[in-house]
């Protein structure tokens, strides 16, 4: 079955430092979905991308990036210039199906950045 | 175009008993996914309906149950509550997709804002 490892459980940071968040997965389909969620404090699952396995392009928006590469089964998430907006848990996910119906989440990272 | 909503916001219940928790898929999809979520911890797929069948489960005992409405409004019953069924438990609709193979197509699901569960 599909494994997602989020090794870092809590992160802290000074406001406008960089930070980045890992993530390790484990499928043996050869096709595959990506994903990173941000959860704040009030709850509510806040998606930020998808990536499916057939375009290991990296892909930036803002001050966000993301570094996807298949040769070492991660999917790492990159924010530049953190700030306090950005503390929340954020999660990786990995679905081996078009349709979720099998979705698995890392344990998540909390990251606090402090001003 | 209204987003996914669940009620109630927040329950109490006492280890037995059963609990109903609900969810409205956002406007025109006709697919939703449970999950459970306990504190500190990542989502976990309880199981997913599309046109009111089951279409999915993850690795959940049968007392905890599901039903999709014609409407696609869905309800999640809990049965014989145990204290480790305390969580957020989070809804998110998508829309099946009716032609597409795997590989290009994927159906973007949205969540709702959660169900937080008590059980003393």
């Known amino acids: 079955a599909q494994k997602v490892t989020q090794a870092q459980t809590e992160i802290s940071v000074v406001e406008k430092e960089d930070v980045t968040l890992d993530c390790v997965y484990e499928?043996?389909?050869?096709?595959?979905?990506l994903f990173w969620y941000k959860q704040p404090p009030s709850g509510e699952l806040v998606f930020l991308i998808r990536?499916?396995?057939?375009?290991?392009q990296n892909e930036i928006s803002g001050r966000y990036s993301w570094n996807f590469q298949k040769s070492t089964s991660s999917f790492n998430f990159t924010i530049t210039a953190s700030q306090v907006v950005d503390s929340a848990v954020y999660f990786c996910?990995?679905?081996?199906?078009?349709?979720?119906?099998?979705?698995?989440f890392g344990a998540g990272t909390r990251l606090t950045v402090k001003p | 175009e209204t987003g996914v909503t669940q009620s109630p916001t927040h329950l109490i219940k006492t280890r037995g008993q059963q609990v109903t928790l609900r969810c409205s898929s956002q406007?025109?999809?006709?697919?939703v996914s449970w999950y459970q979520q306990a504190l500190g911890q990542g989502p976990q797929f309880i199981f997913q309906?599309?046109?009111?069948?089951?279409?999915g489960r993850g690795n959940f005992p049968p007392r905890f149950s599901g039903l999709q409405f014609p409407n696609y409004s869905s309800e999640l019953n809990v049965n014989a509550l145990e204290l480790d069924d305390s969580a957020l438990y989070l809804c998110?609709?998508?829309?099946?997709?009716?032609?597409?193979?795997?590989?290009?197509?994927?159906?973007?699901?949205?969540f709702g804002p959660g169900t937080r569960l008590t059980v003393l």
């Open positions: 996910a990995l679905s081996e199906t078009y349709n979720n119906n099998d979705m698995r």
């Open positions: 998110a609709s998508s829309l099946e997709s009716t032609s597409g193979s795997k590989g290009w197509m994927y159906n973007e699901q949205f």
């Open positions: 990536r499916n396995s057939f375009d290991e």
């Open positions: 309906y599309y046109r009111e069948e089951e279409n």
């Open positions: 499928t043996r389909d050869t096709t595959y979905y």
């Open positions: 406007s025109g999809h006709n697919t």
